[in-house]
T-cell receptor
């Protein structure tokens, strides 16, 4: 399974933008980049995903490097409710035999302060 | 509203006993997954199923068993052979033939404690 590398923790002030980086130098051409976040004692929540182009949704934006070896999750205005562990995951294409699995790392703990 | 229901939320088990965790989804998803999470760690895949009556071992399947007799249900049995079963268990589902372009939906988890 392809692997990702994220910082263990990051801090932000409320109402400021947050850029969460992720390195995935061994990504294959058919791997999708997924982001999830998890609050304490809850199941992970889907945030966003992309393949090659930058993506925006109501929760966040995903910026993907041109060579696809890294990506950045952007929270435009952090709130206290955004404090969570954020996971960057490569989802393998089922048609390449990837099994449609998500392999989680330890993620980035985001702390948001007033 | 569609979603995944895991029950119970908290479960206590005596050593040497088998216990079954329930996972039900009404999202019409083909694939279902079981993950285990230990304190301060990421999620590790136990078993997954792409279609009814078929399932595959994940990275840490020893001491666990599953069944997939219905599309909506994917129960996980933690057997007495599992040496360290105390953990937070998460069930998830997704579309199968989505080419990686759809997200997983997770349940709210079952916290199992061996006493």
């Amino acid at each position: 399974d392809a692997k990702t590398t994220q910082p263990n923790s990051m801090e932000s002030n409320e109402e400021e933008p947050v850029h969460l980086p992720c390195n995935h130098s061994t990504i294959s051409g058919t791997d999708y980049i997924h982001w999830y976040r998890q609050l304490p004692s809850q199941g992970p929540e889907y945030v966003i995903h992309g393949l090659t182009s930058n993506v925006n949704n109501r929760m966040a934006s995903l910026a993907i490097a041109e060579d696809r070896k890294s990506s950045t999750l952007i929270l435009h205005r952090a709130t206290l409710r955004d404090a969570a562990v954020y996971y960057c995951i490569l989802r393998e294409d089922i048609l390449t035999g990837g099994g449609n699995k998500l392999t989680f790392g330890t993620g980035t703990q985001l702390k948001v302060e007033l | 509203d569609g979603g995944i229901t895991q029950s119970p939320k908290y479960l206590f088990r005596k050593e040497g006993q088998n216990v079954t965790l329930s996972c039900e989804q009404n999202l019409n998803h083909d694939a279902m997954y079981w993950y285990r999470q230990d304190p301060g760690q990421g999620l590790r895949l136990i078993y997954y199923s792409q279609i009814v009556n078929d399932f595959q071992k994940g990275d840490i399947a020893e001491g666990y068993s599953v069944s997939r007799e219905k599309k909506e249900s994917f129960p996980l049995t933690v057997t007495s052979a599992q040496k360290n079963p105390t953990a937070f268990y998460l069930c998830a589902s997704s579309m199968r033939r989505d080419r990686g372009g759809y997200g997983y939906t997770f349940g709210s988890g079952t916290r199992l404690t061996v006493v």
